[in-house]
């Protein structure tokens, strides 16, 4: 059965920081890009960051640019997403995906994780 696992969500005051990860089980993980996104009660889900299979490019959606880093981890099977300097805007429910190809489009990820919740105070 092939997984996407998140962990590392929870409550922060804002200017606070939190480290995601997201562990991926019975696939090659290696060959894949992976992304997270995040969707916030009433609103889309929406693209947050994504690396590169080898880990060598990374994109990032512009409201969170400078603040959060994305990073994998090949032999772990796992991917991270470091947030600093956290807004209260940040609060939604991150989710992390898997993709076939090099893209930052929703539509293109074809296996997602259950989502962890990132509440931001003000």
């Known amino acids: 059965q092939v997984q996407l696992v998140e962990s590392g969500g929870g409550l922060v005051q804002a200017g606070g920081s939190l480290r995601l990860s997201c562990a991926a089980s019975g696939r090659t993980f290696s060959i894949y890009t992976m992304g997270w996104f995040r969707q916030a009660p009433g609103k889309e889900r929406e693209f947050v960051a994504a690396?590169?299979?080898?880990?060598?490019?990374?994109d990032y959606a512009n409201s969170v640019r400078g603040r959060f880093t994305i990073s994998r981890d090949n032999a772990k099977n796992t991917v991270y997403l470091q947030m600093n300097s956290l807004k209260p805007e940040d609060t939604a429910v991150y989710y992390c995906a898997l993709a076939g190809l090099w893209t930052s489009r929703l539509h293109d990820y074809d296996l997602w994780g259950q989502g962890t919740q990132v509440t931001v105070s003000s």
């Open positions: 690396i590169s299979a080898s880990g060598g490019n990374s």
